[in-house]
């Protein structure tokens, strides 16, 4: 039987949950942890879920399934400030040569509005750049189209958020992880502590660019980022003006 539109989703019978991880968000991480406490994972072919592999499989599948009612949703975020800087190491990271004109404040700069206004600015590189791209709207809940959501999405409520600005603390407000052995023996902590997915230390080297990612923002860098991505700092419980170092 051929499959119109392929989704995998990561299940637990067991604890009666379901995960959701974009891109960006700690999901490796996540998808590892996952693996001790009995998720499984589904394919959903021509709306029907069908069990595929008792270990889990790291994915960034952005849907419902039918009766998801039924089921806990466990999601993965990141405050969009820090997702944004994680963008910008990553396409410094891409770069085959460094580049000795780097500035640091002009680059990030630059980089913001390419995400953002690349559509209607020419003055910006690459001007045709697609921003509503898929990646983009898997990540930024109701990102410029609602359409980009599953169904009923802002009616799906998130039981538990896994921010990866918070993790510890996240994950042990899940009842199950929180008393598992898996906790209470460290191998949480230990997990936690790999930070699977950093960009190479190297390359921050090369360019020289700040540690913390509030280092990066000015206010008119913090104002596009929170112009386009309001309704996601919302969803997430995150600060308009995290950004700025307490």
Excluded at 8 to 14: A, D, T
Excluded at 15 to 21: A, D
Excluded at 123 to 129: A, D, I, L, R, Y
Aim: with cysteine.
């Amino acid at each position: 039987m051929s499959c119109k539109d392929l989704a995998i989703f990561n299940i637990s019978e067991k604890h009666k949950s379901f995960t959701i991880t974009p891109q960006s968000t700690g999901s490796r991480t996540f998808c590892h942890i996952l693996d001790n406490f009995d998720f499984h994972t589904y394919e959903l072919c021509n709306n029907t879920l069908q069990h595929k592999s008792n270990k889990v499989i790291h994915n960034h599948t952005f849907r419902l399934f039918p009766n998801h009612e039924d089921y806990k949703l466990i999601m993965t975020g990141r405050n969009p400030y820090n997702r944004v800087v994680s963008d910008f190491r990553k396409s410094l990271q891409s770069e085959k040569h460094i580049n000795k004109n780097f500035n640091f404040k002009i680059d990030f700069l630059e980089f913001v509005y390419d995400q953002f206004y690349s559509y209607t600015s020419k003055s910006f590189k690459n001007p045709n750049k697609d921003i509503n791209s898929y990646s983009f709207k898997r990540f930024f809940i109701g990102f410029y189209d609602i359409s980009s959501t599953p169904d009923g999405f802002f009616e799906r409520k998130i039981d538990h958020k896994i921010r990866i600005d918070s993790m510890e603390d996240d994950y042990k407000s899940i009842d199950f992880i929180k008393n598992s052995d898996y906790n209470k023996n460290g191998l949480l902590d230990l997990a936690l502590s790999k930070k699977i997915g950093l960009t190479k230390k190297e390359v921050l080297d090369a360019y020289n660019v700040p540690l913390n990612w509030q280092d990066y923002y000015t206010q008119e860098t913090a104002d596009i980022v929170y112009k386009f991505c309001s309704e996601y700092f919302n969803t997430f419980e995150f600060e308009k003006d995290s950004w700025k170092k307490i």
